[in-house]
Nanobody, 116 residues
Framework: QVHPVESGGGLVQPGGSLRLSCAAS????????VGWYRQAPGKERELVAQ????????TDSVKGRFTISSANAKNTVTVYLQMNSLKPEDTAVYYC?????????WGQGTQVTVSS
């Protein structure tokens, strides 16, 4: 069973940076896709960034500011989200997502708050 574990959220001032990490272990296969979603209060969960074999997607509002990357080690896949030039509208709970075959696994969520 895969249980992604997130870390790296917190409170940051506008213009600051944060790096989110999420590690998933327990799968014997490679991830088809890794990504980050976020959900702000009163809003639907939205896809922020996703990496699949050969392609990377960013939602328009984070292009040029956020970078998704991943690393593989034995049976563990780690996905990162480097967030720069943060804005108050980036405030949300961020969730990592891993797709292994037909199964999708979610992290527990980490709060990111951008405020002065």
């Amino acid at each position: 069973q895969v249980h992604p574990v997130e870390s790296g959220g917190g409170l940051v001032q506008p213009g600051g940076s944060l790096r989110l990490s999420c590690a998933a272990s327990g799968s014997s296969s490679s991830a088809n896709a890794v990504g980050w979603y976020r959900q702000a209060p009163g809003k639907e969960r939205e896809l922020v960034a996703q990496a699949t074999t050969g392609s990377i997607y960013y939602t328009d509002s984070v292009k040029g500011r956020f970078t998704i990357s991943s690393a593989n080690a034995k049976n563990t896949v780690t996905v990162y989200l480097q967030m720069n030039s943060l804005k108050p509208e980036d405030t949300a709970v961020y969730y990592c997502s891993f797709q292994f075959g037909v199964n999708r696994y979610w992290g527990q969520g980490t709060q990111v708050t951008v405020s002065s």
